[in-house]
C-alpha cells in the first residue's frame, strides 16, 4: 500500500509558533500612527487589541510558546493531516509529486481558528468581555464566533453585505456559535450610517467593514477588535501549519521545491510559507520557491504599489508599509470573498520586497476548473480562495509533464466549499465571469494613499 | 496533556469487513420475492445489482476482505479519528465518559462513502457503466456521485422533491462530483409520471425515490440500483467504523457500556454497533446496551409493525421482514432526511427481535437543542440526523450526572451540518416545529401491507 496521508499525533503538535521578525535580513519598516505619522507604541494599540497580542505584534523572540490551554483547543483538529495527491497528480500525467496540507478539518472548515482561538484566548488573559470583528466570507468571523462562545467572550460581527446576502450559512454559523452578526455597512456604527446615507444600496467591502468594527471596539468599553490576518501576530498564529507540515514533508522522506497559497490578507499563505522561508534564511533550503496566488481582480502583491497605507477604507487604523491597491479600492465581487482585499500582510509585502516570496495573479474561472479537476480526483471540495492554490499548483504540475521535472510541491488546503456551492452552481451553469484587472479604479484608489514622511 | 483524538494509521485500518450472519443464533428471514412471495434466489436479484454485491448479501463468510484497490480509496478520509468529548463532558457535569466517531471528515461529509466506494467497486468490477440510486437529504447520493466519478460511472440520482429544493448545495455537490439529478417524483420514469400526474406537488418521499431508481435500472441497459441503506452488503461495508472504534477505544483504554446511533435505514447504527454486537455474542462483553435513535414522527423500529413489506413505495423491492410503518407512509417532512423511511434494516430488525440492540424515538426540536450544545462546546456543526445520536446521548450522560455512574459512551458522529444551516436557522429563529407520531397514518400505510405466506 502507498501512503496518502501522512498523520501526527497530539503529541507532536508544534508547541511553540515561529516568529521570523528576529531572522529577518532587513527590519520591518515601523507602523505609523494615523494621527501623528509616528511610529505606532504599543500603547497607541491599545485602544483596539489588548497588550498580550500588541507584544506578540512586536515580538523579538523567535519561538513564541503556545500556552497549554490553547493547546488543548488545537487538539478539536490539529495536527491537520497532509496529503499525497495521487489521483491528481495521476489526472494531470506529470512527474511532480503533490502535497496538500488539509485545514478544512477545523469545525469552522478552514486555517482560520489557528489564530481565532489564539485571539480569544489572550484577549480572555486579558479581562476582556467582547470582541468586534469584520468577515468577508466568513471563514473568520465563523471561526472567531466558534473561539468566543468557547472563552465565554461575547462577539459582534459586521460581515460584508454581498457576502451576507450571498452566503447565508456563514452567517447562521456564526450565529450557531452565538455571535450576533450584521451586514457591513450597518446601522450600528457612525462610519456605516454614513456610507448607507451616501449609498444606500453599497455592498460593503473588508476595508468598510474593518472600520466599522474598529469604530464598535473603540466606543464600546470593555470590547477589542480582532483581525482575522495582515498583522504579524495572525501570520505567527498559523505557522503552526508550516511546521507540522515540515514534519510530516520529512515523513513523506521529501522536502517541497515549491510552496503554494492564496492570498488575500495572507494569513494561511504565512502560515505554511513562513517556516520554510526561515529555512530558505538559515541556508538549509535556499533554493525553495514560495509561490503566493491572488485573484488577478484583485492583485497587491502583483499589481500594487509598495507604499503606506490604511489597512481599513476609513483610515482608521496605523498606516502600514505594504503593497496596495489603495484603501478606498473597491474590488470585484469575486467569489473568493477572503481575497477581496486591497493590501498585503506588511510582513509577507517585506518577504516580497527581500525577494523571499514571489506571487502570481489568476483568473476566476480558472480557479473553479482547477477546483472542479480537484474535486473529481481528489475528492474534496475547495473554498474558492483554496482553488487559487489549487490552479498555480496545477499550473507548476503541468510545467513538471512539459520539462520532466519531478518537483515535489506542496500547497495549503485552507479550506472547504461546503458553504460555497452556489458559487459551483453558477460555474457548473457557465455562468461565472472573469474580471479584468481594474487598472483606472485602482489608479484613483492609489490617488487616496496618505502622504507619510519616514 | 490528556488526549482528545485518538487517532490510528492507514496501516492500522481494518483490511476485512466482518459479516455477523455465520454468528447470528437464529438466521435472518428470508427474503419474498415481490411476484412469487417465495424466497428470492441470487438470480432473482440480478436485475438491479451485480452478482459480487448479491453474493455478499448473502454471504455466510464471517470477515470479507476489503478489495486492496478499495483500500486505497478509503485512505481518502479513514480511518476516522475517535474523539474523547471533554467540553461536552464538562457542560453537562456528567461522571459519563463520552466518545464519539466523527465519520464527518469524508469528502462527502458522513459515513456513506464506505458503501458508495465499495458499491462503486464491485459495480465496476461486473462492468456496469451506469448507476442509478435515489436521496433523501442527499449524503448517500453525493457520497455514490463521487464514487461514481472515482471508477468512470455514469449516476443518476433521484432526490426527494423536499429535499432537492430545501437543499440545493446537496444537489450541487453532486452535480460538482458529475452526476445528473433529478427531483422526485420526476417525469424519467413511469412510476414518477403516475404519481405527477395524480398529484402534480407531490413532495417526494424515499420509497417513491427509490422505485423511481429501481424502474431505472431495469429499464436502462448496462445500469444497475444501489442502495445506501439497509441492506446486508451495505452494513457490511459500514462495520469498518465499529472495528476501527473498537481498535481505538482500545488506546483510550475503555470499552464502551451503550453504543449509540442514528437510525433512517440504518446504515451508520449498523456499522458502528454491529462489531459490538458481535462482542455481546461471543460473551466477551454481553452487558453492552446497543441503542438506536430514531425521529419520534418516523419510529419504525420503537412503534413499526415486524412484518414483510416492501422496500419502496411502489412495491417493486423484494419484501422483507422488517419492523415498518408501512411502504406507503409518508413520513412528516423532519429536517433529517436521512431518517425519512418507513422501515428498517431487515438485519437490524433481527437484531432488535433478538433483544441484542434497543431504541428510542425524539423529537425534532431537542434533536436540535443537543445539535447546538453540541457546536458550542465540542465545536463540530452536526447533520440533523447525527443530532438525534447526540440527543440520546447527552440524555444518557444526564442519567449519569443523576446515578453517579461514569458509564462509558460512544456514538457514531455520523455526518456535519454545513449544507443544513437552513433548518438551524430555523431552530435558531423559533420556527422549528416537533411532530406528534402520525399514528392515523401510520395504521392507514399498514392495510397496505403485502400478504404473505411463509
Redesign the interface.
Known amino acids: 500500500?502507498?501512503?496518502?496521508?501522512f498523520?501526527l499525533?497530539?503529541?507532536d503538535m508544534p508547541q511553540v509558533w515561529y516568529n521570523i521578525q528576529p531572522d529577518l535580513p532587513v527590519p520591518l519598516p515601523p507602523v505609523l500612527h494615523p494621527g501623528t505619522g509616528k511610529p505606532v507604541t504599543p500603547a497607541d494599540m491599545e485602544a483596539i487589541f489588548p497588550m498580550n497580542l500588541i507584544m506578540q505584534e512586536f515580538s523579538p523572540e523567535r519561538h513564541i510558546p503556545i500556552p497549554?490551554e490553547l493547546?488543548?483547543l488545537y487538539?478539536?483538529?490539529r495536527p491537520t493531516p497532509l496529503y499525497r495527491a495521487h489521483?491528481l497528480e495521476k489526472a494531470l500525467q506529470t512527474p511532480a509529486k503533490i502535497f496538500y496540507k488539509l485545514e478544512d478539518?477545523?469545525?469552522?472548515?478552514s486555517h482560520k481558528p489557528n489564530t481565532a482561538l489564539a485571539q480569544a484566548y489572550y484577549n480572555k488573559q486579558a479581562g476582556i468581555k467582547r470582541i468586534s470583528t469584520e468577515t468577508g466570507a466568513g471563514q473568520w468571523g465563523s471561526s472567531l464566533a466558534?473561539a468566543c462562545?468557547?472563552f465565554d467572550i461575547e462577539c459582534k460581527v459586521y460581515m460584508v453585505k454581498v457576502s451576507y446576502n450571498m452566503k447565508?450559512?456563514r452567517r447562521?454559523?456564526m450565529?450557531?456559535?452565538?455571535a450576533s452578526v450584521v451586514p457591513s455597512p450597518s446601522p450600528d456604527t457612525r462610519i456605516g450610517r454614513e456610507i448607507l446615507e451616501r449609498d444606500p444600496e453599497c455592498p460593503g467591502s473588508l476595508g468598510i467593514a474593518i472600520s466599522e468594527a474598529v469604530e464598535d471596539a473603540v466606543t464600546h468599553p470593555g470590547t477589542k477588535y480582532a483581525l482575522g490576518s495582515v498583522l504579524n501576530h495572525v501570520l505567527l498564529h498559523q505557522t503552526i501549519i508550516g511546521q507540522e507540515a515540515k514534519k510530516q514533508m520529512a515523513m513523506a522522506d521529501c522536502y517541497p521545491d515549491i510552496v503554494i497559497g492564496c492570498v488575500g490578507g495572507g494569513s494561511n499563505f504565512g502560515g505554511i510559507a513562513i517556516p520554510f522561508v526561515e529555512d530558505k534564511l538559515n541556508g538549509t533550503h535556499k533554493d525553495t520557491r514560495i509561490l503566493a496566488v491572488e485573484p488577478a481582480s484583485c492583485p497587491s502583491l502583483t499589481k500594487g504599489l509598495d507604499a503606506y497605507d490604511f489597512g481599513d477604507e476609513a483610515g482608521m487604523t496605523p498606516m502600514m508599509k505594504m503593497f496596495t491597491l489603495g484603501h478606498q479600492f473597491m474590488p470585484p465581487p469575486v467569489h473568493a470573498g477572503g481575497l477581496r482585499y486591497h493590501g498585503m500582510s506588511p510582513l509577507l509585502s517585506h518577504l516580497s520586497r527581500l525577494k523571499l516570496i514571489e506571487a502570481t495573479a489568476v483568473q476566476q474561472i480558472e480557479t473553479f476548473e482547477a477546483g472542479?479537476q480537484f474535486?473529481?480526483t481528489?475528492?474534496?471540495?475547495s473554498a474558492p480562495e483554496t482553488n487559487h492554490a489549487i490552479r498555480a499548483t496545477i499550473d507548476e504540475a503541468l510545467k513538471c509533464r512539459e520539462t520532466g521535472e519531478a518537483k515535489t510541491i506542496l500547497f495549503c488546503h485552507s479550506g472547504?466549499g461546503?458553504?460555497d456551492?452556489?458559487s459551483?452552481?453558477l460555474y457548473?451553469r457557465g455562468k461565472l465571469s472573469n474580471y479584468e484587472y481594474p487598472a483606472e479604479l485602482v489608479k484613483e484608489a492609489q490617488k487616496g494613499l496618505p502622504k507619510v514622511n519616514v
Not at 500500500?1 to 496521508?5: E, H, L
Not at 481528489?378 to 471540495?381: D, K, N, S, V
Open positions: 500500500m502507498v501512503q496518502t496521508k498523520i499525533q497530539e503529541k497549554e493547546l488543548e487538539k478539536i483538529w489521483r478539518v477545523s469545525p469552522a472548515g466558534m462562545k468557547f447565508p450559512y447562521i454559523m450565529e450557531t456559535w452565538g472542479m474535486a473529481q481528489e475528492g474534496f471540495i472547504h461546503h458553504v456551492m452556489a459551483y452552481d457548473l
